[in-house]
């Protein structure tokens, strides 16, 4: 085994190039099977992400655009006259994406139902918006417009949460990036001056909204999504006499293993229904073991005991291929919750300094 389904799909969403925003027209994103399927429900973010990302017509300006948002000036330099003239060329890709951040939900509709098989398009797109929003931000606060830089602030906290509305692990992990941005901006321009009492009051409902969520970026729930995919679909997909085939073909498929050297290779090979059965049982009691332990106060230890138990083959072999690394994910997790907490520990000094008698509750 060299990476589970789930760790390959990690791997190409955050593999994410600078002309992120170089993506296909609307129709192009929706033409396949296990492509995404947005619910036409009223005030559905989704809609509206997709026509701001396809307002940029030719490739070429897509990638210019691209490069010049992700290139970040250090802190304290000033935005090169290209992104200046990138960044207004592209008024309706970020006004597009501005306002579609504050829509109440957003739904890609992904293909629950076709497993490992399903695709998420819409993250590298919604990360390299990301980075066109950011660079506007700090253009505001170049610009002396305090107020302006922290509404694009809360549209990527905003849009952080939106990309964490799937059930998947990596729509979560993509948020938390996202979250990180947005507090990671927010201090630099604090430690600039940039920041002003009025544009802090701005900001602070924004992160509380996040910070206050019993499950951070839907971080849990991932769980139960995780485990339909990885239990549920492989139910119906490892069945008759040749179901351990079936499964190496699907996790050769996604290239979650390398068949020469995979040890026990050749066990699946013979299984059967019945016994696939009872190896997709094992795996199921791996996601019980995780869904109960990433709560605790030390969930981050459970949770390297489970990885050690299931590198050791202690829940099966569909496990070993199949399961995550859901340590890392609690850490993830755990680090933007401080990295929010900081900034909302910023913003509130900010406020009270500036009038002592405000008090800014924490609820």
Request: charged share 20%.
């Amino acid at each position: 085994m060299k990476l589970s389904a789930l760790m390959v799909l990690l791997l190409i969403a955050f593999a994410v190039p600078a002309h992120a925003q170089d993506i296909s027209p609307v129709s192009a994103f929706l033409d396949s099977e296990y492509a995404p399927r947005p619910p036409q429900s009223p005030n559905n973010a989704a809609w509206a992400y997709l026509k701001a990302w396809d307002s940029i017509t030719s490739k070429a300006d897509r990638e210019a655009f691209g490069t010049a948002v992700g290139d970040v000036p250090a802190r304290g330099s000033k935005l090169k006259p290209t992104q200046r003239e990138q960044l207004a060329a592209h008024r309706e890709y970020i006004d597009g994406t501005i306002a579609a951040s504050g829509m109440p939900f957003c739904d890609f509709g992904p293909r629950y139902d076709q497993g490992f098989y399903a695709l998420l398009p819409y993250l590298g797109p919604i990360r390299g918006s990301c980075r066109a929003v950011r660079m506007d931000a700090i253009r505001c606060a170049e610009d002396g417009n305090s107020p302006g830089a922290a509404e694009r602030i809360v549209a990527l906290l905003h849009m952080s949460t939106h990309a964490a509305h799937d059930r998947f692990l990596i729509s979560g992990l993509v948020g938390i990036a996202i979250g990180s941005l947005a507090a990671e901006s927010a201090q630099d321009m604090i430690a600039q001056h940039q920041v002003t009492p009025a544009a802090a009051r701005i900001i602070l409902p924004a992160v509380r909204e996040i910070t206050t969520s019993k499950d951070l970026y839907n971080m849990g729930q991932a769980i139960d999504g995780e485990r339909d995919m990885a239990i549920s679909w492989l139910r119906r997909q490892c069945t008759g006499d040749d179901a351990g085939l079936k499964f190496l073909q699907l996790m050769g498929d996604l290239q979650s293993l390398t068949f020469f050297d995979w040890p026990p290779l050749h066990f699946c090979l013979v299984m059967n229904e019945e016994r696939m059965a009872r190896e997709i049982d094992h795996a199921d009691r791996f996601y019980d073991a995780v869904k109960a332990a990433w709560d605790k106060p030390n969930a981050t230890v459970i949770l390297d005991e489970l990885s050690t138990e299931l590198d050791e083959g202690q829940f099966g072999l569909v496990a070993q291929v199949v399961g995550a690394a859901f340590s890392r994910c609690r850490r993830s997790t755990n680090q933007v919750a401080r990295t929010l907490a900081r900034l909302d520990a910023n913003l509130t000094a900010i406020i009270e300094a500036n009038d002592p008698a405000a008090v800014v509750p924490y609820h």
